[in-house]
């Protein structure tokens, strides 16, 4: 992946579904937490990427489509509710050509153009499709150059929905914010002609309404809105300047994100393309305190935002989306605040204070306390982790060692890209109710190995009736989906092309043979050939088994007679999977995993599980003296079984005397061991000089 893109938006459904969306290698990828939390390939894509793989996107959500923009392609629709990229067709005047940047605004579809970089465009009022800008009703679309009268405008790099009725545009060296709808008499205000914001993503706003926003010269804040007006801040204009001085938004990818958890605007600096580390800014709005992060290139962010899943504040999380097409998260809120693991890999962590010069010659340090803060009073005994393994298979090898030894729990294995399921095959248990016919499987079955007990009696079978519906297409070497006449019942699908049997699956989008989308579309994993004589059989959606049998639907199983309450249902079946590849089941033996046959030669494998981490050292600080030929250092460490959960107030400390030589010093406090915990609090050092004391802390 070159660039990515994360966001997130509702999908107001049946029950509320919190979608993701991202944009990687120029697709469209989907995720959602309802019914089951997976992330998708968008379909509509199969004639290539609808997005460019080198541009930045922006999306805007608005009634449950996804506007997503690049600059180069003009307006991508996503209908979240087909997980779809669908056409994109103005229905009246004419939409700006290739925009850069877009939002939400009212209902509004806002956006600018490549073209035109110092206009601003709103479609209609609830509909993304109307750009009429001779209409003259206050729901009607327009175009503005927000800039002062008189004066061509300057390149639009930021559109910030605050609320309803306001709305904020960042310039390269200016600001402006619309108090109202302008098309119904709203106004536009001059926030600063000085200062505008130096990226798309850019800002942030906090709980309480204070807009954060990086501009040539710092990070800044303000309230706009003016009962509660506070005027552009500059936070950071005597901390870290040089930080901002080298901000570069031509080389770099800037994004700011508000964690309501820790009080903490992350913002996140990369370089363009993911080559090489960038280095990120953490800003502490209780303390006004900054310190820097930085993560791997591949980690970048490429993108970032705040992801609030199903609308519960439990599962709530910030997303990095990353060069190497890897979506990450940190994990927030009091339950999680003490995972400490960071896979395997030393993360440098690290807080300078100074330079100090306690006085204006030498002087003799005859203090230092430096308090290491509380260890977390939540860290679970154990504390499991999440371990993914990645192998390649020779075709040979049937075992293969993993890198720790998994904790009971789940685990997914795939192999090529399939699911590859525990020996032995599956079995699922169910409750009746006197009621339901219909039960879900855990995995996806191969229909005519099914077999069901109901208070362990056997029940038959039902034999899948013949097909009754025929329809026949043409293949014209690019179509990969075709319309059905009539909703299909999926198990008695049969489809041919040339008189070639095609497999059915149960993988979306397939890789080979077909699948059956939305009940009436069959989509075929490669498209069939210009000319193909295409077949495709299949009985009606709408049946159901006798009284007294059931029917086998692949991932569910539907009984003729509801079973009564209390009965005890037993399903065994294999896998689907099974059919399509050598590989169909795997055993755990302490940390090897062994397959049934070998993997293909170049098969990837992944195991994803869960480990114990055992850690010797939850405590290593270490702390720095630097003041010229004098540096020294000192180190405080101990193992962590010599704590004890339940103080929470416990600290560690270390005092030393040291003669200054020079006239300042830094102190930096900080650890870089693997799989440790750091906590740092304050530090206080007392000087010295000619009987004269003096307290920095």
Excluded at 67 to 89: H, T
Excluded at 259 to 273: E, K, N, Q, W
Excluded at 296 to 303: D, T, V
Excluded at 609 to 618: E, G, P, Q, S, V
Aim: proline share 7%; hydrophobic share 40%; with cysteine.
């Amino acid at each position: 992946m070159t660039y990515s893109f994360v966001t997130s938006g509702a999908a107001v459904q049946a029950t509320y579904n919190s979608v993701l969306i991202a944009v990687c290698g120029g697709y469209v990828y989907l995720g959602y937490s309802q019914p089951v939390a997976q992330l998708i390939r968008a379909l509509g894509q199969t004639a290539g990427p609808p997005l460019s793989t080198t541009n930045i996107v922006s999306i805007a959500i608005i009634n449950q489509h996804a506007y997503i923009v690049d600059g180069v392609n003009g307006i991508i629709d996503v209908d979240l509710l087909s997980a779809s990229v669908i056409p994109y067709v103005v229905t009246t005047g004419t939409a700006p050509v290739t925009p850069t940047l877009a939002a939400n605004w009212r209902g509004r579809l806002m956006l600018n153009a490549s073209t035109n970089p110092q206009n601003l465009y709103a479609s209609r009022v609830s509909n993304p499709y109307d750009w009429n800008f001779s209409a003259l009703d206050s729901a009607a679309a327009f175009v503005d150059d927000p800039a002062a009268a008189g004066k061509i405008g300057e390149p639009i790099t930021a559109l910030i929905p605050y609320t309803d009725d306001y709305f904020i545009i960042g310039a390269s060296h200016s600001m402006f914010m619309y108090q109202g709808d302008p098309a119904a008499g709203g106004t536009n205000t001059i926030i600063s002609q000085n200062m505008g914001v130096v990226g798309k993503d850019a800002w942030a706003i906090d709980p309480e309404g204070t807009l954060y926003y990086i501009a040539t010269g710092g990070l800044f804040s303000v309230r706009p809105i003016w009962e509660f007006y506070r005027p552009p801040e500059n936070l950071t204009k005597t901390k870290y300047n040089q930080f901002f001085q080298f901000l570069n938004p031509g080389t770099q990818i800037i994004s700011l994100v508000w964690d309501a958890d820790l009080h903490y605007l992350h913002m996140f600096v990369s370089p363009i393309g993911g080559a090489t580390q960038g280095l990120s800014l953490i800003y502490d709005s209780r303390k006004g305190g900054l310190w820097p992060q930085q993560f791997p290139a591949n980690i970048g962010p490429s993108a970032s935002c705040f992801y609030l899943a199903n609308n519960d504040p439990n599962q709530r999380a910030i997303f990095l989306g990353g060069f190497d097409g890897y979506i990450r998260r940190f994990i927030l809120g009091a339950a999680n605040s003490t995972v400490f693991d960071d896979d395997g890999t030393a993360i440098n962590a690290f807080v300078t204070l100074g330079p100090i010069s306690p006085f204006p010659g030498a002087s003799l340090l005859t203090g230092l306390t430096i308090d290491l803060g509380e260890l977390g009073p939540n860290q679970p005994e154990p504390n499991v982790i999440n371990q993914i393994d990645d192998f390649t298979g020779d075709g040979t090898t049937e075992t293969f060692t993993l890198s720790q030894l998994p904790e009971p729990g789940p685990i997914v294995v795939t192999v090529g890209g399939r699911t590859i399921y525990p020996a032995p095959d599956p079995t699922d248990y169910f409750t009746g109710d006197g009621s339901t016919t219909d039960f879900n499987l855990s995995y996806t079955a191969i229909n005519d190995t099914m077999t069901a007990t109901v208070n362990a009696i056997s029940i038959p079978q039902q034999a899948l009736p013949a097909t009754t519906q025929t329809d026949d297409f043409t293949g014209d070497g690019s179509t990969t989906s075709f319309n059905l006449s009539n909703d299909a019942f999926n198990p008695t699908m049969v489809a041919t092309v040339n008189s070639i049997t095609v497999p059915r699956t149960t993988v979306n989008p397939p890789a080979a043979g077909f699948f059956l989308a939305e009940g009436d579309v069959i989509q075929f994993g490669a498209a069939p050939v210009s000319g193909a004589a295409i077949v495709v059989q299949y009985c009606l959606g709408s049946i159901t088994p006798n009284p007294g049998y059931f029917f086998p639907v692949d991932n569910a199983i539907l009984f003729g007679t509801a079973p009564a309450n209390g009965a005890a249902i037993v399903v065994n079946y294999d896998t689907m999977e099974e059919e399509y590849g050598p590989v169909t089941e795997y055993t755990i033996v302490t940390n090897t995993i062994t397959f049934d046959n070998p993997p293909g030669s170049g098969d990837p494998i992944l195991v994803d599980y869960y480990y114990n981490l055992t850690t010797t050292n939850f405590w290593n600080a270490v702390a720095t003296i630097d003041s010229g030929p004098d540096a020294f250092s000192v180190t405080e460490g101990t193992p962590h079984s010599t704590y004890s959960v339940n103080m929470p107030t416990d600290r560690r400390q270390k005092c030393f005397r040291q003669r200054l030589r020079g006239r300042w010093f830094t102190l930096t406090i900080g650890n870089n061991v693997d799989n440790t915990y750091f906590s740092f609090e304050s530090a206080i050092a007392e000087f010295d000089q000619a009987g004269r004391q003096r307290t920095i802390r």
